[in-house]
């Protein structure tokens, strides 16, 4: 003979029985609790969908997107979808189709800095290969922004060796602007004794902004140059190095008197230590 349900089991039962038979869980269970009994699969398989998907939109933009004319009449790609690190590879893909012209190939290097993602080491590579003046300045400008610091330096230390002089002054200017600049100022002090003074003026202007103490007497040699703007970025980069020992300078003198007014301009403010 079965035993009767007591009321204080009958009751639960009842609800849990209407619960399943007559509503869907959106309408009548709280939605903390639907979140907690979905399945794990479901959250995890969506997530990397959309992630595909994004990834595809911007394999796509980036394969067709093209480059505008800048202010300075070059071209640039500004669109902001490429402000990602996640485009930095596929810019780079482009980059080595060979199906782009120089400028363009030019404007997609530019635009690789803009990612803030890891392309120092490919662009390395590509240093190694390019026959293109034009494209081999650009990758060693992009260095100066490029987080991977190893590569950068790499990058840097062969564009100061590139047969091009314009390589070779955009890779002093970037070594300049680094924070682990330097590391390469054995290759601008050599810099110094190039024939071409663009290349001596960025080299010093670079040893300057990297306070390069061990410079401090190659720099020196150049107060006495034939060349104004070399002259010029000398005064500056001893006074930054070591304003004390650049105000004791016997060359001030001479150079307070110089034809150029920057140059006499600058000597003033070495003398005062104002650098």
Do not use: H, W
């Not at 003198?253 to 007014?261: C, F, N």
């Amino acid at each position: 003979m079965s035993r009767p349900i007591s009321l204080a089991l009958a009751l639960p039962l009842a609800i849990a029985t209407t619960a399943c038979t007559d509503s869907s869980p959106s309408e009548s269970v709280p939605e903390t609790i639907v979140a907690k009994t979905a399945p794990a699969e479901t959250e995890q398989a969506t997530a990397p969908q959309a992630s595909n998907v994004a990834s595809a939109e911007l394999a796509e933009l980036v394969r067709t997107i093209q480059p505008q004319k800048a202010r300075n009449g070059g071209l640039r790609f500004s669109d902001a979808k490429l402000v990602q690190a996640s485009a930095a590879p596929l810019l780079l893909e482009r980059l080595q189709s060979g199906n782009e012209s120089e400028e363009v190939r030019r404007a997609l290097v530019l635009a690789l800095p803009g990612t803030q993602g890891k392309y120092a080491a490919d662009a390395v590579q590509l240093l190694r290969t390019e026959r293109s003046e034009v494209l081999r300045a650009a990758l060693v400008g992009s260095m100066r922004l490029a987080n991977d610091s190893a590569a950068a330096l790499e990058g840097l230390a062969l564009g100061m060796e590139d047969s091009a002089t314009s390589v070779r002054v955009r890779a002093a200017f970037a070594i300049g602007r680094r924070a682990d600049g330097l590391a390469l100022a054995d290759s601008l002090v050599a810099a110094l004794a190039d024939k071409s003074t663009e290349l001596q003026a960025t080299a010093t202007r670079a040893l300057g902004n990297l306070a390069a103490a061990d410079a401090f007497d190659k720099v020196a040699a150049l107060l006495a140059s034939g060349d104004a703007q070399v002259r010029l970025e000398a005064l500056r980069a001893l006074g930054r190095i070591d304003a004390a020992r650049a105000a004791k300078r016997p060359e001030l003198t001479k150079l307070s008197q110089d034809s150029d007014e920057r140059i006499r301009t600058a000597a003033t403010k070495v003398a005062a230590k104002s650098y």
